[in-house]
């Protein structure tokens, strides 16, 4: 079974940064596109930044400039830097991943961890 678990979130000052991780385990051939999304309270799933498997990126237009997406294929891992962090960037923020098993192919996502950017 294959596992997404998103880490690095918290409460952080507007203009501040964080780092956020995700950990991709299980019955793994290979990580396809990557991605993250967020959810703000009363508002629905939105893409944030997806990145392919030789690196190619896109953003929302609300984070270009200040969030860049990464990913360890050795690691099976993806990141996202956030920098100069504004309160509505306030959200749940999930991991997502078109994973490549043994048997078959999944898009995968993880639980989420919580960003709070407030003064």
């Known amino acids: 079974q294959v596992q997404l678990v998103e880490s690095g979130g918290g409460l952080v000052q507007p203009g501040g940064s964080l780092r956020l991780s995700c950990a991709a385990s299980?019955?793994?051939?290979?990580?396809?596109?990557m991605g993250w999304y967020r959810q703000a309270p009363g508002k629905e799933r939105e893409l944030v930044a997806t990145?392919?498997?030789?690196?190619?990126?896109n953003y929302a237009d609300s984070v270009k400039g200040r969030f860049t997406i990464s990913r360890d294929n050795a690691k099976k891992a993806l990141y996202l830097q956030m920098n100069s962090l504004k309160p509505e960037d306030t959200a749940v923020y999930y991991c997502?991943?078109?994973?490549?098993?043994?048997?078959?192919?999944?898009?995968?996502w993880g639980k989420g961890t919580a960003v709070t950017v407030s003064s």
């Open positions: 997502n991943a078109i994973v490549v098993g043994y048997r078959e192919t999944v898009d995968a």
């Open positions: 299980g019955r793994i051939l290979r990580l396809n596109d």
């Open positions: 990145i392919t498997v030789i690196g190619s990126t």
